[in-house]
């Protein structure tokens, strides 16, 4: 009976009904009947047919009905793209037919009109195919009436008016999660039912619990894990681990941790040496997770749910429960912990000459922090021991050595800045300043980079699967775009569009490192680039110059590191790799792979919305005040100013009152229209904050003068 349904709605003109389909299947029982409700209903999920107004159905031609995931606006618009790097179409607010943000639709393209330059093609959905978000995060308030309603907090959200279904269960001034029981697009209307409640709105954190709950982003561990977190051992005996013959003592070695003053677990030991020949001894030991963390076990699939630890402003929100994040499988200073080891060979141009891969056990002899180590390498007092002194100027020599040797290859530096948060015990901002980057900071990040690129290639030359971090190299449209846009800025670029090496974008940068307004310069070129993400198939690490790259560096709080730690004792120390187990295991880090991606993509838009969150109640006491910025984007409705501390604000066109001003999509510019005063990327300003809201994560500055 599909077929046949299939081919009689295919050949109609209009939707039919049951009785009109029932005629021309000739159907006169009752059984019958039962059976082609049951196929509608079935062909309906399947997104083959829909249904129309008065229960009528028509056939899903899938030229014309396309599948996307909606992208929404905060003002109410969006777009929906088909597949990863293809066309995105605008939607208008009255053509989402109740989709929301990340929702998965069943879309058609309107026609093309004329008259509107703006946008050449408009989507309309036809359908929501699957609820990406069955809940909303808001907080209980009262109207004029008295009358509870939700005040809905996600900004992609605030169109609508949020009614509560249950409002006795209500308590003002109490932020909620409820779920979506009905929406209703055209009036703006979604009702919502009581799901959790998540606190008090002024009870001191709850408004970044409330931003974890509105990416869906669980900040407890179920029993379960719990249970299986808490029968792991928390002491090594490292008599038992060492009986495994392939498991290397290495507890007398020099191994230190080296992070943030503020970091409560340890991923990865580093040590140095130097060999008799010249060249010099690099081990990247990392912290064992996968011995503690069996595949398919409650703890894993809480791992891979999540993804990846959260990094807040406040807080962390681990992947794995603190028993193992800074328990067994940190690396504790003076304690016997698991590792896999990564040792590299590696001379003085900074080519890995020869390396291996094995498991260990190492005892950290220090927890050193980024500022004790960047002291001793300027030579300033500090508390490094005397025994690792010799061991960190080694490591100082190689990092440089590594930098060279990146630098040669084309690594993308842009030198951006990154916010620091300064915290009080109340979690209230105290000051935010410029995140420091010296020469600690980049040692570490080169050792994981190199220690990463060696455990990568030595499984793609095994050519098993694998879970690779790959990063694409810049479309040509993007290439085009940044181009012309420095031209305008009156940079005369010539740059490659096609075969681009990260070489090519590096040396571009160089060239304008001396530049007044590099910053905004620097930010163009990221822009231009494509995200990285996890991937089962090779394909290079363009920004890093890296032809062949994974993450095997931070298994505590990444979950393709676990996965990658699973894949080299299988295939390096346990040897049972069975062709029959391939096809499976390729499926497995395809899956991880994707899910990763995801899962890192809503962690970094978590961070973003708090960050952005946190710096406007900063700002909410600092009306009035003056600052020098920096033009960062030009837009029809405004300009957007950064200040030095990288905090970013809006001066709306309506603010600029000296003229009017037209907006040129091609130069990014704002231009007077009457004085021709342009406002472009780069433009050194002095602004007045006037307004910030802590609710709606904005700021706004004026121009002064």
């Not at 349904?5 to 159907?27: F, R, V």
């Not at 029809?636 to 037209?662: C, K, Q, R, S, W």
Request: aromatic share 8%; net charge neutral; charged share 30%.
């Amino acid at each position: 009976m599909y077929d046949q349904i299939i081919a009689i709605l295919k050949k109609q003109a209009k939707p039919l009904d049951t009785i009109e389909l029932a005629q021309l299947l000739a159907i006169n029982n009752i059984d019958d009947n039962k059976m082609m409700l049951k196929t509608l209903v079935e062909l309906e999920n399947y997104n083959i047919i829909a249904v129309a107004n008065h229960n009528r159905f028509y056939y899903l031609d899938p030229k014309v009905y396309l599948q996307g995931v909606v992208s929404v606006n905060k003002k109410g618009f969006g777009f929906v793209k088909i597949g990863e790097g293809q066309e995105e179409y605008f939607i208008t607010q009255d053509d989402l037919n109740n989709a929301l943000d990340q929702d998965s639709v069943l879309f058609v393209l309107k026609k093309h009109k004329p008259n509107n330059n703006a946008r050449k093609i408009e989507a309309q959905v036809i359908k929501v195919v699957k609820r990406n978000n069955e809940y909303v995060v808001g907080v209980v308030k009262k109207n004029r009436n008295n009358q509870k309603y939700l005040e809905i907090l996600n900004n992609k959200l605030t169109q609508y008016r949020a009614e509560i279904i249950d409002f006795k269960e209500a308590i003002e001034n109490t932020i909620i999660k409820g779920s979506i029981v009905n929406i209703n697009s055209k009036t703006n209307l979604m009702q919502v039912k009581i799901a959790e409640i998540i606190g008090n709105a002024n009870q001191v954190g709850v408004d970044v619990l409330a931003v974890l709950h509105e990416f869906n982003i669980p900040t407890k561990f179920n029993e379960q894990v719990l249970r299986e977190a808490n029968q792991i051992k928390q002491e090594l005996n490292v008599t038992e681990a060492l009986k495994n013959k392939l498991r290397r003592d290495l507890q007398n070695e020099m191994f230190v941790t080296i992070d943030g003053n503020d970091s409560k677990d340890f991923d990865d030991a580093i040590l140095v040496k130097k060999n008799a020949n010249g060249n010099y001894l690099l081990s990247v030991a990392i912290a064992d997770v996968a011995h503690y963390v069996p595949s398919n076990s409650a703890l894993d699939k809480e791992a891979f749910d999540r993804g990846c630890s959260i990094y807040l402003i406040d807080r962390v929100v681990p992947m794995l429960p603190e028993k193992l994040s800074n328990g067994i499988c940190s690396l504790n200073p003076f304690e016997p912990r698991l590792t896999l080891t990564c040792e590299m060979e590696i001379d003085g141009q900074g080519h890995v000459v020869t390396s291996s891969i094995y498991e260990s056990v190492i005892i950290s002899k220090a927890r050193l922090t980024y500022d004790e180590v960047n002291k001793f390498f300027q030579n300033e007092k500090n508390q490094i021991p005397l025994a690792l002194i010799e061991m960190l100027s080694l490591a100082h020599q190689l990092y440089q050595i590594l930098a060279r040797k990146k630098q040669q290859d084309g690594v993308v530096d842009f030198d951006l800045d990154e916010p620091k948060f300064i915290v009080d015990k109340n979690g209230k901002i105290k000051d935010i300043i410029t995140r420091e980057r010296a020469d600690a900071e980049k040692l570490i990040e080169s050792f994981m980079i190199r220690a990463n690129e060696t455990v990568a290639e030595t499984i793609h030359w095994m050519d098993l699967p694998f879970v690779y971090r790959i990063h694409n190299k810049p479309k040509p449209k993007k290439l085009f775009d940044l181009y012309t846009q420095l031209s305008y800025l009156g940079l005369n670029i010539k740059g490659k569009m096609e075969n681009i090496h990260s070489k090519d974008l590096q040396q571009i940068l160089n060239k304008l490192k001396d530049k007044e307004n590099f910053k905004v310069i620097s930010a163009l070129v990221l822009r231009s680039m494509e995200k990285a993400k996890y991937s089962p198939i090779n394909d290079g690490h363009f920004g890093l110059a890296s032809w062949c790259y994974t993450h095997f560096t931070s298994p505590i709080r990444r979950y393709p590191d676990l996965i990658v730690h699973r894949l080299l004792k299988e295939y390096l120390f346990q040897a049972k790799v069975k062709v029959t187990d391939l096809e499976q295991t390729r499926a497995l880090v395809g899956h991880a792979s994707q899910q990763s991606s995801l899962a890192e993509l809503r962690a970094m838009e978590c961070e973003r919305e708090v960050d952005k969150m946190k710096e406007a109640e900063y700002m909410e006491s600092k009306i009035g005040y003056q600052y020098d910025g920096i033009v960062a984007g030009v837009t029809a409705f405004g300009i957007f100013v950064e200040l030095p501390n990288t905090i970013e604000g809006l001066v709306h066109i309506t603010d600029l009152n000296d003229d009017y001003y037209l907006f040129d999509e091609k130069s990014l510019k704002l231009v007077g229209e009457r004085k021709r005063k342009e406002y472009f990327l780069g433009k050194k300003v002095r602004i007045r904050v006037k307004k910030a809201s802590k609710k709606l994560r904005q700021i706004d500055f004026e121009l002064v003068n």
